[in-house]
């Protein structure tokens, strides 16, 4: 049903909606406007008065129907005059800046990929000359690579990850990507990461300010998406304040696979304090 509907608004508007969504939709008019008005108008006032002058015994209804498909028809006809066109950008080769954000964190030496690591396989697919992908993104974008885990910033290329930060931040990464960027005309950001987000900082923010530039984000994952063994803190609920030597209830939410029977230690610091 979808594909039938997609083919009848093909037929009628040259497009898919696909390209509407991606486009705007501008008028490119062969004669000036006010000209098309003018004639228009005219053509509207004859159509009234020679309305007028026919002498019928057709019910009000009918002729109120064919008074609608004549205006339809002069409106059908302004239409075409205007000329509605539908505008699509394209990347012009090697005018363009592709952002590519890959995970330096410590998940990323986790070696869950046949080959080796997270790590690893991101130095394949992305490295400067051997890799799959760089050599035909550079032949159409100039690439700008950025590493990021607890901060973010530029990078030489792919091999010199070194998967070392202790956190990860998706939320700092695209910001600073996005800075870094500003003055350039920017295709888009590939996001590569495992996804262990461990910041916590909320996305909107910068994923909104991508979409005012109309700037898209492609997510690309590495590693296995679910563990046999697999343990997790969902979430912490604490009071916003409380008072000095007061007890304090924390809410836990663990998320445990794998490790049926088993105990698990949670143990609470603060400022690493136990």
């Known amino acids: 049903m979808e594909r039938t509907l997609e083919a009848i608004f093909t037929f009628f508007f040259k497009f898919p909606p696909r390209l509407y969504q991606r ?31 026919v002498q019928t015994s057709s019910p009000l209804k009918d002729r109120m129907i064919l008074g609608g498909l004549r205006v339809a028809g002069l409106a059908l006809l302004a239409a075409c005059l205007l000329r509605p066109v539908l505008l699509l950008s394209s990347a012009v080769p090697q005018r363009n ?13 986790l070696a869950d990929i046949e080959g080796g690591s997270r790590l690893d396989a991101v130095r394949r697919v992305f490295g400067d000359s051997a890799g799959a992908i760089s050599p035909r993104l550079a032949d159409r974008f100039v690439l700008r690579f950025f590493r990021f885990a607890a901060d973010a910033g530029p990078l030489a290329g792919a091999a010199a990850l070194k998967g070392s930060g202790t956190r990860t931040d998706l939320a700092a990464a695209l910001d600073a990507a996005r800075q870094e960027l500003a003055g350039v005309p920017l295709a888009g950001l590939v996001v590569v990461s495992d996804g262990a987000d461990n910041a916590g900082t909320d996305l909107t923010a910068p994923l909104l300010a991508l979409k005012a530039r109309r700037v898209p984000v492609y997510t690309v994952g590495v590693g296995r998406e679910r563990f046999t063994r697999d343990l997790a803190i969902e979430r912490v609920s604490l009071p916003a304040s409380a008072l000095a030597g007061a007890g304090v209830l924390a809410e836990v939410v663990l998320r445990v696979r794998g490790l049926s029977g088993q105990q698990v230690t949670v143990t609470a610091e603060d400022e690493g304090r136990v």
Request: hydrophobic share 55%.
């Open 97 to 109: 800046v592709l952002g590519i954000l890959l995970d330096d964190s410590r998940s990323m030496r």
């Open 23 to 53: 486009g705007d939709v501008s008028l490119a008019p062969g004669f000036p406007p006010s000209l098309i008005a003018l004639g228009l108008g005219v053509a509207l006032v004859f159509l009234v008065l020679m309305v007028r002058r």
